[in-house]
Nanobody, 119 residues
Framework: QVQLVESGGGLVQPGGSLRLSCAAS????????MAWYRQAPGKEREWLAT??????YYTDSVKGRFAISRDNAKNTVYLEMSSLKPEDTAVYTC??????????????WGQGTQVTVSS
């Protein structure tokens, strides 16, 4: 059993910055990749960024504004967000592809953290 717990969401003014964290815990052997998604009200979930063994990918809408990073020793992924816009308002959720201690590979999701960009 693996759990992902996000933190760091909140209310921020347009142009501001925020740092999200997602910590994985439980029966973890290793983590292949960790990623961030978001879902705004009335919209489908949107993939934002992935760190796959140090290779990083971003969706175009956040390139240059968001940065994903991992602390492998802590099984934690971060999302540094800057130059935030009202359209960045959403629930942000992390995802991880985990090899557990039984050597099974599964995907896990966190519960999400709300980010609201408003003046």
């Amino acid at each position: 059993q693996v759990q992902l717990v996000e933190s760091g969401g909140g209310l921020v003014q347009p142009g501001g910055s925020l740092r999200l964290s997602c910590a994985a815990s439980g029966s973890i052997f290793s983590i292949n990749l960790m990623a961030w998604y978001r879902q705004a009200p009335g919209k489908e979930r949107e993939w934002l960024a992935t760190d796959s063994g140090g290779t990083i990918y971003y969706t175009d809408s956040v390139k240059g504004r968001f940065a994903i990073s991992r602390d492998n020793a802590k099984n934690t992924v971060y999302l540094e967000m800057s130059s935030l816009k009202p359209e960045d308002t959403a629930v942000y959720t992390c995802n991880a592809r985990v090899i557990d201690t039984n050597y099974d590979t599964r995907e896990y999701w966190g519960q999400g953290t709300q980010v609201t960009v408003s003046s």
